[in-house]
């Protein structure tokens, strides 16, 4: 099926430790998104790539660093894990910036710190 | 931040129209709005988006005012599935941001 994938769909984890969220999507799209929801449901966009290049970083921890190794995928690796970055998150992708036909979601990885 | 405004919450009954209002007052002329909607537990579904024009598709209709300040999205038949967050986004590229949306409850 078409879609945007995401591998783990849920991950519970220590403090402190290091994990990677992975990212597919198989639209033929060239931009990819990630975005974060917190407890409070706001979904807040963390980082873009648009055909590998990193064109939106918003003003996250540098324990978060994403990886495009091509434009169907991007990766979000999280260093020194801490409480607060539990939350889902999701991947996104769109052809261009726009979107004509909007973002397509992934349907999450659910993050659990302990 | 959401150049947007929409209610918190509205209710809707099972097999009517649910009109969901959305304020953007100042959006400029070359954003788009767009409607996304989230179901429990779900990522955000893009139903429709338009400029200037009204716009219809299998999901949804969209209704723009002439002087683009507001609009409305309507689900012409609810089902209790329409249960969701309903994101009013103003977007011409770069970042799409989230407000709060409005929770739609379809009751039987």
């Known amino acids: 099926d078409t879609a945007v994938s995401q591998t783990p769909k849920y991950l519970v984890t220590q403090m402190g430790n290091d994990k990677s969220i992975k990212c597919e999507q198989n639209l033929g799209h060239d931009t990819m998104y990630w975005y974060k929801q917190d407890s409070k449901k706001f979904l807040k966009i963390m980082f873009s790539y648009n055909n590998k290049e990193l064109i939106i970083n918003e003003t996250v921890p540098n324990r978060f660093s994403p990886k495009s190794p091509d434009k169907a995928h991007l990766n979000l690796h999280i260093n020194s894990l801490e409480l607060g970055d539990s939350a889902v998150y999701f991947c996104?992708?769109?052809?261009?910036?726009?979107?004509?036909?909007?973002?397509?979601f992934g349907s999450g990885t659910r993050l659990t710190v302990v | 931040d959401a150049k947007t405004t929409q209610p918190p919450s509205m209710d809707c009954a099972e097999g009517r129209a649910a009109n969901l209002p959305c304020n953007h007052s100042t959006i400029s002329g070359n954003e788009y709005v767009y409607w996304y909607r989230q179901i429990h537990s779900q990522g955000p579904q893009y139903i429709i988006h338009?400029?200037?024009n009204n716009e219809t598709n299998e999901m949804a209709s969209l209704i723009i005012t002439e002087d683009r300040k507001s609009s409305t999205l309507i689900l012409p038949h609810a089902t209790l599935r329409d249960t969701a967050v309903y994101y009013c986004i103003a977007h011409q590229g770069g970042k799409l941001i989230f407000g709060q949306g409005t929770e739609l409850s379809v009751k039987p």
């Open positions: 996104a992708s769109s052809q261009g910036r726009v979107g004509n036909y909007g973002y397509t």
């Open positions: 338009g400029l200037k």
